[in-house]
């Protein structure tokens, strides 16, 4: 099962929404509003996660960068699947 914080990273992430992802990655409140829009709740700690991790990956594809799945899983999903304090391998 997909976390909230891994749905709510990919809505806004996805390239159908590309056109509004600096307006959803604006701020921790702009990402509780996207979370709120798409009925998924998360707390302001778990959007500062999701914006961080956002802001990272959307950097480097503003730079040129086409990370490979493998980067995409590890900088990307995996840090949004933990559960606080869990590890995935």
């Keep these: 099962m997909k976390s909230?914080?891994?749905t709510v990273a990919e809505?806004?992430?996805d390239t159908a929404a590309e056109e509004y992802r600096a307006e959803n990655l604006a701020s921790?409140?702009?990402v509780m509003d996207y979370a709120e829009g798409i009925e998924v709740?998360?707390?302001e700690e778990e959007a500062?996660?999701?914006?961080?991790?956002?802001?990272?990956m959307q950097s480097r594809?503003?730079?040129?960068e086409i990370p490979t799945t493998d980067e995409w899983y590890h900088d990307f999903?995996?840090?949004l699947s933990q559960t606080r304090g869990?590890?995935?391998a």
């Design 28 to 30: 921790i409140n702009t």
């Design 61 to 64: 594809l503003g730079a040129g």
């Design 11 to 13: 809505g806004i992430m």
């Design 41 to 43: 709740n998360i707390s």
């Design 86 to 88: 869990e590890k995935i």
């Design 48 to 56: 500062e996660e999701i914006l961080d991790v956002c802001k990272a």
């Design 4 to 6: 909230n914080r891994l």
């Design 77 to 79: 999903k995996k840090p």
